[in-house]
Structures are given as structure tokens and as C-alpha cells.
């Protein structure tokens, strides 16, 4: 497929893409594409979404905060999003926005930040999370664009945790009762939960080793820091979905 800016269009509110129809863009993609790009009318751009899938569409008017496209045709068409849920101990600004931004790459559908007894912050910009992961989702090509959950405490999630999907997590300092085993198989819509640094509290242990739905698991013998804990338990989690895949198909 052709190389082109890839920009997020937001179908709420809005008809479905069809071939020859004219979208305005949002004032943000207004300023990047004549501004940042400096691309004139006739340039092309990829519109996406979950619901309509990704069209090819045409410069048709650019000024400084207004744009209009027309759409030329679909290149691709809408696929089910598959992958799992992070809940994640909100941290400082910088690593917050770097579990948004690679859970994203890595195909997360939707993110809870979770408060744990030593999360180092409870403050959460839901609305600068939702622009990361919309960032994220135009550079690595995904169709859909993930959920932003509102902040809640971890017995509020737990207590809602939908019946037949497990909950991985990753465990730092387990101790003889955990059971920490390794993730294997993994379902489309399972979690996985990750702690503050620091780790969870000896209560918060006994919380989820008296859920059914847990399993407790390794990243390794390292300490790892939460952000990169994050992504090395959703790289093992995607694994788990190749091999749950492959056993699909045979």
C-alpha cells in the first residue's frame, strides 16, 4: 500500500465512509497536514477507524485549522479487534504515557489504570492518554483505537471482572504462596495487571490469590521497572495468542 499520513477519523456522529464523499478533519490533523507537512490539495492521505476500516482519501482544501478530504477507496476493510486488557498502576507523567503508547503497539483493547495502595499517583488526564493512544494507533497501522478507563481502585476491578477470562499477574518478589507459573495460552479479552513500582502490598497479595480468575506470573529474575513490565508481560501475552492461534488451526 502506498505510504501516507494516517489519520485517525472518529465515526461517532458520523455517516460511514463511502467512495466520493467529502469529510472535514478534525483542526489538529487541520495544522499537521498543511503546517507540520506542508502537503498542498491533491496530496493523499489513509482516513481509519474500527467501524469503516482504512480509505484513501484526497487533499481537497488545507488551511491552517481546516481541511476537507475526498475519499477515493477502501484499502482496507474492518477486522475484529483482538487482544488483551491492561490494568496498570498509574505512574509519573513520562511512564504513563509510555505503557499508553506501547500497549498500544502491542495490541491492547482497552486500559485501566488501577490505584494500588502504593501507586505513586492518582491523577490520570484520561483525555491525553486517549490522544497518545490515537497517536500510537496511526503509526503502527491499527484499525481501532483503545479504550481509556476511568481510574478505579483494585477491589472495584476485581469486583467486576468478567467470568471466564483470566487475569495475569505479574508477580515482582513472589513468595511460596503465589504460585507464579509462566503465561501459556491466552484468550482474546484476558488481562493483564500490573503494579506499581514497588509492588502490590501483602494485602492486596491475599486479594488476588482469593480470585479464581487470577494466575500469577513471572517476567523473569530481574526486577523490572512497571513500565517495562508492562510491555515485556504483554510481549509474552502475544505469544500466547500465536500459539493460541496455531492450535486453532490445525
Known amino acids: 500500500m502506498k505510504d501516507c499520513p494516517r489519520l485517525f477519523a472518529d465515526p461517532a456522529g458520523r455517516p460511514p465512509m463511502e467512495a466520493d464523499a467529502v469529510r472535514d478533519l478534525e483542526p489538529g490533523q487541520a495544522h499537521y497536514l498543511g503546517t507540520v507537512m506542508r502537503m498542498a490539495p491533491g496530496a493523499e492521505v489513509a482516513l481509519f477507524n474500527a467501524q469503516d476500516g482504512e480509505w484513501l482519501a484526497s487533499l481537497v482544501a488545507v488551511r491552517r485549522d481546516r ?62 492518554l486517549e490522544a497518545i493512544a490515537i497517536e500510537a494507533a496511526e503509526q503502527c497501522e491499527r484499525l481501532d483505537v483503545p479504550a481509556i478507563g476511568e481510574p478505579a481502585r483494585l477491589p472495584e476491578h476485581l469486583a467486576v471482572w468478567p467470568a471466564g477470562r483470566t487475569l495475569f499477574v505479574a508477580a515482582e518478589r513472589s513468595g511460596p504462596d503465589d504460585g507464579v507459573g509462566e503465561i501459556d495460552i491466552v484468550a482474546d479479552g484476558d488481562g493483564l495487571l500490573v503494579g506499581p513500582e514497588g509492588g502490590f502490598s501483602d494485602a492486596e497479595r491475599r486479594m488476588l490469590r482469593a480470585r479464581p480468575f487470577i494466575r500469577m506470573i513471572t517476567l523473569g529474575k530481574l526486577i523490572l521497572r512497571a513500565d517495562t513490565a508492562a510491555a515485556c508481560g504483554l510481549s509474552l501475552m502475544g505469544a500466547g495468542f500465536r500459539r493460541a492461534s496455531g492450535a486453532d488451526s490445525r
Open 67 to 128: 481541511a476537507q478530504v475526498r475519499l477515493l477507496h477502501r484499502r482496507r476493510a474492518p477486522e475484529p479487534a483482538c487482544g488483551p486488557v491492561l490494568l496498570f498502576a498509574p505512574l509519573k507523567r513520562d511512564a504513563t504515557d509510555m505503557v499508553v503508547r506501547m500497549g498500544t503497539e502491542l495490541g491492547v483493547t482497552r486500559f485501566l489504570p488501577v490505584l494500588t495502595e502504593r501507586t505513586n499517583t492518582h491523577r490520570v488526564n484520561v483525555a491525553r
